[in-house]
């Protein structure tokens, strides 16, 4: 044998040069770095809770694991989360959801590519908010599917123009990704809005994946689902989660539910992949859905009071701008009238450049926009308490003040 065929190494993958990353865990990592470096780093970065899972639901899983609940079970997911979470689809959107499309799995990020793998061949156009969840473009380009940019407009408060979305209706649609609230900006629909939405998305052949998983989280008006309208049940793939709504992060624990064909095809993809959620895990997920809910109720009251904050401390900030998020718990400020000025050597062009500033400087994490497609902002997440926030807040505008 040639002696060189055993020392060279095989090629990677064409596709993965289209599979992006979550920028928010990347800027994680860097700030556990410079904790590790004695830096005191204030997170403002990651999406997560700062409130622990609720006792009672930990208690389930406890007792689930003492009853011996730690073995494989239905790749779809236990019968009786299933059942809690098409009773909890049907109460809070006024739909009939039979458990028999709902399936269970690793948090809610794997129906996202399950649905666009299900529906989409190559070429397919896919149409997704803008700036919007990083996954979304990424599985969309990994799958071999044309991504399609729905733009969110800030003086809409980050929603859509109606119109823009109908401009990009084509007969290559095969998918349209709704997101309300969203993340990064935390836009949202009205009842009004969604009504609308739907009306037009019915009389297109397009299916629909609508990301809910902040539904919970709405602080000014009411959630609405595109899957309540007539017409779009039979071509809808609602998308839900324990890990924001509970604090339920760490447990990976999501759902979804939609048209029996395609929930068939999910539960084969997922068989041949993760094969099921946590068994313990399903049976906290049923105490959540099903057990006292005052503590969702408390964090949600906690994460406007920090909403408010943030924002009037923000747009006290000179060269910074951020509007009103209606839901979610992030903030979306405009920084780009910072580009050009300069502090410790540095000059400002991009959000990436204002985010290792800010870390680096300041040791305060966030964001770029870029992230999202959208290089004007940066995010930040108010989940996280009142101190961190007040205290992140001083050293980015300390930080904003050195600049020239």
């Known amino acids: 044998m040639d002696a060189s065929a055993t020392t060279s190494r095989p090629g990677l993958a064409d596709s993965l040069e289209r599979l992006g990353t979550e920028t928010a865990f990347s800027v994680l990592a860097r700030a556990r770095e ?3 470096q004695g830096r005191e780093i204030v997170h403002l970065e990651i999406g997560e809770p700062d409130y622990d899972t609720p006792a009672h639901i930990r208690d389930a899983a406890a007792a689930a694991l003492r009853a011996g609940e730690t073995h494989y079970c239905p790749s779809a997911g236990i019968p009786e ?5 098409a009773r909890y689809l049907s109460a809070s959107r006024g ?6 499309q709902v399936l269970v799995g690793t948090g809610a990020k794997p129906f996202l590519f399950f649905t666009i793998l299900a529906t989409c061949n190559p070429g397919d156009e896919v149409v997704y908010p803008d ?4 996954i979304y473009e990424s599985a969309i380009r990994w799958a071999g599917a044309t991504p399609v940019p729905l733009p969110l407009l800030e003086e809409r408060d980050f929603a859509f123009d109606l119109a823009e979305l109908e401009s990009r209706l084509t007969a290559r649609t095969k998918l349209v990704v709704l997101n309300s609230p969203q993340n990064p900006t935390g836009g949202a629909l009205s009842p009004a809005e969604t009504e609308k939405t739907a009306a037009l998305l019915a009389g297109s052949a397009a299916w629909v994946l609508s990301d809910e998983v902040y539904s919970q989280m709405v602080y000014d008006g009411d959630f609405a689902s595109v899957a309540s309208h007539p017409g779009l049940l039979e071509r809808t793939v609602l998308l839900d989660g324990l890990s924001k709504t509970y604090a339920m992060t760490g447990w990976r624990l999501g759902y979804c539910a939609g048209p029996a064909e395609l929930i068939e095809m999910y539960g084969r993809l997922q068989s041949q992949s993760t094969s099921n959620a946590t068994s313990f895990a399903q049976v906290a997920g049923i105490e959540a859905l099903n057990g006292p809910q005052d503590s969702v109720q408390m964090m949600v009251h906690e994460y406007e009071r920090r909403r408010n904050f943030v924002v009037q401390r923000l747009n006290a900030m000179a060269g910074v701008s951020c509007n009103m998020p209606k839901g979610a718990f992030y903030v979306f400020p405009k920084i780009d009238d910072l580009f050009g000025r300069a502090a410790q050597g540095r000059q400002l062009q991009t959000s990436m ?17 870029e992230a999202f497609c959208d290089d004007r902002y940066i995010r930040i997440s108010y989940a996280t308490s009142m101190e961190s926030l007040a205290t992140g ?3 980015m505008e ?3 003040q050195q600049l020239t």
């Open 34 to 36: 410079l904790e590790r």
């Open 131 to 134: 700036p919007g969840f990083p």
């Open 353 to 369: 450049d204002m985010t290792d500033y800010l870390l680096e400087a300041a040791g305060v994490a966030v964001v770029p926009g």
């Open 398 to 400: 300390h930080a904003i």
């Open 393 to 395: 807040l001083d050293r």
């Open 81 to 85: 989360l299933r059942v809690e979470a």
């Open 95 to 100: 739909i009939e959801v039979d458990p028999a």
